[in-house]
């Protein structure tokens, strides 16, 4: 079957650092790829998606590469902010099925 | 306006009551979902409707019992609440479609805690 892999949090960084989240998938055919993010309270937002091989999604400072030879989709950012504080969510989407990861907490202290 | 709703957002309650949580949507999406996230986090779909047609039922005890009155409404009613059913509820939607990059959105949760 479909699954998702995330690295364990929580990660807690600076303001300013550097961001790389890991994340890899298992799937049958060619899935969709998705990041989502959950702010405390709240539910989750979709922040970034790629839906074939190389594609790069990116938003708010936010990129992923689908990457099909190492089946990874890793989360970067090149300068986090105590605003990025939050759960994120690495998904796969195939058919009408979408996997989550385990979700990785993210601490960003000023 | 809200796009993909639930109510209530939080629900207490005691083992053995039944209750239901509404989700209603406003993007004219066809296809809506539940799912469900543990107190470490982990997501896991529930159910997924299609045009009030029941698609995915994953293995979820047959307490729960989704209803889809309109395409734009899911519901969730659970029989018999257990201690283990305390967790957050989420509902979402999407278009079917063709599209395998489709994106669900997700409503604000529904955090329930059986007592």
């Known amino acids: 079957g479909n699954s998702v892999t995330q690295m364990e949090g929580p990660v807690t960084l600076s303001e300013e650092a550097f961001l790389t989240i890991n994340c890899t998938y298992t799937?049958?055919?060619?899935?969709?790829l998705f990041w989502y993010v959950q702010y405390p309270g709240e539910g989750l937002q979709l922040l970034l998606k790629a839906t074939k091989a190389d594609d790069k999604g990116s938003n708010k400072g936010f990129e992923a590469t689908y990457r099909k030879e190492t089946t990874s989709f890793h989360l970067e950012k090149g300068s986090v902010q105590v605003s990025d504080s939050a759960v994120y969510f690495c998904a796969l989407r195939a058919g009408n099925m979408l996997t989550f990861g385990g979700g990785t907490r993210l601490m960003v202290k000023p | 306006d809200t796009a993909v709703s639930q109510t209530p957002k939080y629900l207490v309650t005691q083992m053995g009551n039944d209750k239901s949580i509404k989700c209603e949507q406003n993007?004219?999406?066809?296809?809506m979902y539940w799912y469900k996230q543990d107190s470490k986090k982990f997501l896991k779909i529930m159910f997924s409707?299609?045009?009030?047609?029941?698609?995915i039922n994953e293995t979820v005890p047959n307490r729960f019992s989704p209803k889809s009155p309109d395409k734009a409404h899911l519901n969730l009613h659970i029989n018999s609440l257990e201690l283990g059913d305390s967790a957050v509820y989420f509902c979402?939607?999407?278009?079917?479609?063709?599209?395998?990059?489709?994106?669900?959105?997700f409503g604000p949760g529904t955090r329930l805690l059986v007592l």
């Open positions: 993007l004219g999406h066809d296809t």
């Open positions: 799937a049958t055919g060619y899935p969709s």
């Open positions: 409707y299609n045009n009030k047609e029941l698609i």
């Open positions: 979402a939607s999407s278009t079917r479609g063709s599209g395998v990059g489709e994106t669900q959105y």
